[in-house]
């Protein structure tokens, strides 16, 4: 019997089959990737985990792909998976919390996904090291907080999830030292309360 659940779609709930759910889910991610980007375009995933969305963005032709976990376990495990299926994706151990290697990272594309949520007493420094690096574009698929619902509001503060991430965006733009390039709520989410948005931007270089 197929697993049915409930999920949102444009901030109505329906229900559906999981596996069909899914793979509108993933769609929805890789849609963004090639609206946004090429596919020979190098990108670099901060907080890979188990390298899931890279191994999505391979199967669908990027071929210029790299990640980087937190976890020693996380990079083992997607470094196995890469050698198995012939994928040429490389995984490292970082904190993004630390300083980040300029030479894996200067003109790259670097992205997230939802792995900001639980470091909102590091997200200055977090931003301000990926600046360091000067990357060609950012793309984060997180919360933007100014813009949820009251009840994702509510949500997000009673388990301490990230509520900064724009206004540290905003701050820096206003500060000129990024510029954000677009901000978008996904149209297809898995939870009701905890939504995520793509929010594109880039540093502004000093000429």
Do not use: C
Not at 110 to 118: H, K
Not at 125 to 130: A, F, R, S, V, Y
């Amino acid at each position: 019997m197929e697993e049915i659940g409930i999920f949102s779609v444009n901030n109505k709930m329906i229900k559906t089959v999981r596996k069909d759910y899914d793979k509108k889910y993933t769609n929805q991610f890789i849609e963004i990737m090639k609206n946004n980007f090429a596919k020979d375009d190098p990108i670099v995933e901060l907080g890979s985990g188990v390298g899931s969305k890279l191994f999505v963005l391979a199967k669908n032709g990027f071929t210029n792909l790299k990640g980087f976990e937190l976890t020693h376990q996380g990079v083992v495990i997607a470094n196995n998976y890469a050698k198995k299926k012939n994928y040429s994706i490389e995984f490292e151990q970082l904190d993004m919390t630390k300083s980040l290697p300029k030479k894996d990272l200067e003109n790259k594309v670097i992205f997230t996904y939802a792995v900001l949520e639980q470091l909102k007493n590091y997200m200055k420094k977090i931003l301000l090291n990926i600046i360091s690096v000067n990357p060609r574009k950012i793309i984060n698929f997180e919360v933007n907080y100014d813009e949820s619902s009251f009840l994702t509001k509510m949500y997000l503060n009673s388990v301490d999830y990230q509520n900064n991430l724009m206004k540290n965006l905003k701050k820096l733009e206003r500060n000129e030292k990024i510029k954000i390039i677009s901000k978008e709520k996904l149209n297809i989410q898995y939870s009701p309360v905890n939504q995520l948005s793509s929010i594109i931007w880039k540093p502004i270089k000093i000429k």
